[in-house]
T-cell receptor, first 114, second 115 residues
Framework: DQQVKQNSPSLSVQEGRISILNCDYT??????FLWYKKYPAEGPTFLIS?????DKNEDGRFTVFLNKSAKHLSLHIVPSQPGDSAVYFC?????????????FGQGTILTVHP | DTGVSQNPRHKITKRGQNVTFRCDPI?????LYWYRQTLGQGPEFLTY????????KSRLLSDRFSAERPKGSFSTLEIQRTEQGDSAMYLC????FGTGAYEQYFGPGTRLTVT
């Protein structure tokens, strides 16, 4: 079963506008969430993370929002730049003995047009 | 800090052959993870090590797969009697357990093609 889902396979945005990428999860044991960016022929690169005790974390142009009751998180990129064009993966981790083992979504291809 | 490195970057093999991949993690990281990624999907967890101890294996990891991390440094992933379904990108990641940080740092991956 897919415990982490990214329901939008792709997103197209104009440069300078906001990009919003969404992610839903089903496992209540997840207590840490991460976003990764991946360019072709490279491994995923860590972007930003959030603990389940928070509802927002911001790092420069990137903000992650967590809605635990809805089991939903989103990544906002403002302003979007052409260099942000990549595949974005949402990932989640349980605590305890499963700490650190990441469960990924299917990814969303973001294209930022100049 | 040179990052996580993986070798080879690409491997083409015939069905039934054995292959071995190597991962060199970031030197101070004590945890090392292996993931597999197929087209259109996110990475899927295979196994992980803390230092030299293999702590967990996914049910995705059949008996044909074996991983080691001797001396808690580099790791190898071997696939015996490869099948066409093994074709995928194999990713290695590392992190430091115990700091409260969950982020893992990935290598560029080894793309395996089984013909």
């Amino acid at each position: 079963d897919q415990q982490v889902k990214q329901n939008s396979p792709s997103l197209s945005v104009q440069e300078g506008r906001i990009s919003i990428l969404n992610c839903d999860y089903t496992n209540s044991m997840f207590d840490y969430f991460l976003w990764y960016k991946k360019y072709p022929a490279e491994g995923p690169t860590f972007l930003i993370s959030i603990s389940s005790i928070k509802d927002k974390n911001e790092d420069g142009r990137f903000t992650v929002f967590l809605n635990k009751s809805a089991k939903h998180l989103s990544l906002h990129i403002v302003p979007s730049q052409p260099g942000d064009s990549a595949v974005y993966f949402c990932a989640a981790s349980e605590g305890g003995t499963s700490y650190g083992k990441l469960t990924f979504g299917q990814g969303t291809i973001l294209t930022v047009h100049p | 800090d040179t990052g996580v490195s993986q070798n080879p970057r690409h491997k083409i093999t015939k069905r039934g052959q054995n292959v071995t991949f190597r991962c060199d993690p970031i030197s101070e990281h004590n945890r090392l993870y292996w993931y597999r990624q197929t087209l259109g999907q996110g990475p899927e967890f295979l196994t992980y090590f803390q230092n030299e101890a293999q702590l967990e294996k996914s049910r995705l990891l059949s008996d044909r797969f074996s991983a080691e991390r001797p001396k808690g440094s580099f790791s190898t992933l071997e696939i015996q009697r490869t099948e066409q379904g093994d074709s995928a990108m194999y990713l290695c990641a590392s992190t430091t357990f115990g700091t409260g940080a969950y982020e893992q740092y990935f290598g560029p991956g080894t793309r395996l093609t089984v013909t």
